[in-house]
């Protein structure tokens, strides 16, 4: 399995971005899959998932009513959409693969990361 993330950059407080994580290497619309973030020093912090067909989803507190994920299963691409973006929201943002149909579960698998900046 292969995860490419992109979209990521530096916005000011209050701003968006979208996230792509584009998959390969299996059958995408066969798996969960989320959004994890990380930054230095600190633990994985799980901030949404998706299960396979796009019909039901999780957001973490702490994004809830902010961040939006989406899946293309024709495209074979994960979408996070990050609206009114605090500081707190600096971080590098994976996409990673759910062990089945369901969001959660592991973050074993994962792409290379895409950095989100949010600052003045």
């Known amino acids: 399995a292969q995860l490419a993330e992109s979209g990521g950059g530096l916005v000011q407080p209050g701003g968006s971005l979208r996230l792509s994580c584009a998959a390969s290497g299996f059958t995408f619309s066969t798996y969960g899959m989320n959004w994890v973030r990380q930054v230095p020093g600190k633990g994985v912090e799980w901030i949404s998932g998706i299960n396979s067909d796009g019909t039901k989803t999780y957001s973490a507190d702490s994004v809830k009513g902010r961040f939006t994920v989406s899946r293309d299963n024709i495209k074979n691409t994960l979408y996070l959409q990050l609206n009114s973006l605090k500081t707190e929201d600096t971080a590098m943002y994976y996409c990673?693969?759910?062990?089945?149909?369901?969001?959660?579960?592991?973050?074993?698998?994962r792409g290379q990361g895409t950095q989100v900046t949010v600052s003045a």
């Open positions: 990673t693969k759910s062990p089945g149909p369901y969001y959660g579960g592991s973050w074993s698998t």
